[in-house]
């Protein structure tokens, strides 16, 4: 004959109470909110790194191509992505210079800034020579408006060599 196994008691049946899973939910709350905080600081943080090494790219880009070229190569703000405009808002930039093959200036690289970065430079561009020297130092800065202005803004210097430094600025302020 087949024996059944015996039913288990109620003793034995387990579970969470009502309680225990409050303080839980209480406990993953409180660390959460703790949390937030520092995880959006971080995400904006790289927001505003991930665009100035973008700026910083596009500038080395067009010092590169003003001497592989041998013709003038200009970083301006555009409205449309394929002319410049003269605006110090550089909400989307391009890099445009001459096609020595064809004689006309065509549309190098353009890119936007995202993510709620403001970048601002100057008005008309910055033009490198094609011995990818430039006239004047320029420096165009790249700024996220957070809560905590003491780490939002980086500075692009264009140096007269061309060549381009990046560095934090201390004390951020507001943005431009």
Known sequence: MPRHPRPLAPAAVRGFTLVEL??????????????????????????????????????????????????????????????????????????????NTTGTDDVIRSNAAAGGVQISGPAAGIVFKPSGLIDAQQVVTVCMPTTNPSQNQRALTVMISGVVSSSKVNGGGTCP
Not at 61 to 90: F, K, M, Q, Y
């Open 22 to 99: 409050m303080v839980t939910v209480s406990v993953i709350a409180i660390l959460a909110a703790v949390a937030v905080p520092g995880m959006t600081a971080l995400i904006n943080n790289s927001r505003l790194n991930g665009q100035s090494e973008e700026m910083l790219s596009s500038l080395q880009l067009a010092r590169a191509e003003s001497i592989r070229r041998n013709a003038r190569v200009t970083v301006c703000p555009s409205t449309d992505g394929s002319t410049c405009t003269s605006s110090t808002s550089w909400s989307q930039w391009i890099v445009r210079g001459r096609d």
